[in-house]
């Protein structure tokens, strides 16, 4: 299909086709894991304040439902096109089974800049787009969750108006939402925490403490930031932190709560809070540091800058922020990948937790939630580990392989209908 052939789609394909001959896959469940099993394209009118009528373009792909109902976000953003959204729902597979979720991949979105719209218009267009989409979600079909631009009051507009087609309440037809509606303790941080329990199990393979690390986070979003809270409480020095807008460094290390608390009371971005030395993103990428953390958007490692990295560890908090070229590079260097369906797996783990409490209406303490979390990532990289020693590969072709085989032999298992 012309329309997937996009730079993120075409890194997603030839990540699995690099893994897919490793593991001698059959050529005929290539065929089908390369391609989605359900995209939609919808229209999504809205009228706007001032009374006009603008549509945007959404979209929601499911690419496998071998393992159960497919998973995955849904973001806003001025860039979502049908390739980036299938290429999500590709990797959300592989995590998923990596992490031993009973789910397949989805992702979805909508082509639109979610600070440009008033309160009332952005509830107006995800209540239009969850309509429109509505025929393909429900908790036992496809369960959509927060991503870049999207958070808890979308997740609960969706919600309600999913609840209201059905004419009861819902919960678990998202996860990602607030308390009062069948959210889940932990899940707001649950990616964040997640990078940073894995680049804990890499620090202590590779011999190091994370008392003497330094890290450099690209992207202050939801991610960015919780991962940066979260290092600095477990003892590491965050010396940069970026958004879009440009970063921060202070080799002494960044007061992140502070960060944290007036960017997310005033909006403001990084780049106006004087709270440390400016720089740009290409510059925090290239800083000598122990940990880097790419946690902003895809494809912002490459063969032109992966050479001047000087991290000892990359773990990738967004999804798909190296190509193969950069990763070649990268591994020559000898810097330790925690691949993103590893690093960033947290968060739809503990979406699934959330799933779960609300089909059983039971939930459970943040403490157990934690815990949960950490044994299952804990599990994951050392089960990828030992994949990458054995088979002598790196730990994105161990990661890749491990969840590409739970799902083929998922679809070997049961059979082609009819």
Sequence with gaps: MQELDTPTFRLAVAQFDQAADALQLDDNLRTRLKTPQRSLVVSVPVRRDDGRVEVFTGYRVQHDSSRGPSKGGIRYHPDVNLGEVAALAMWMTWKCALAGLPYGGAKGGVRVAPKTLSRAELQRLTRRYAAEIFPLIGPDKDVPAPDVGTDAQVMAW??????????YAVPGVVTGKPLSIGGSLGREDATGRGVVYVTLEALRHLKLTIENATVAIQGFGNVGSHTALIMQQHGARVVAVSDVSGGLYNAKGLDIGELHRRTRATGQPLHDIKLGDSLTNDELLQLECTVLVPAALSEQITKQNAGRLRCRILAEGANGPTTLEADRI??????????????NAGGVIVSYF???????????????????????LTSAFQRTLQYATDRRTSMRMAALMNGIDQVAQAHLHRGLYP
């Design 354 to 376: 959330e799933w779960v409490q609300d089909v059983q209406r039971f939930f459970w303490s943040e403490t157990d939630i934690q815990h949960r979390l950490r044994d299952i």
């Design 330 to 343: 990268l591994e020559d260097n000898g810097v330790f990948i925690i691949p993103d369906i590893l690093a």
């Design 158 to 167: 969706v919600m309600d108006t999913y609840s209201q087609q059905v004419g």
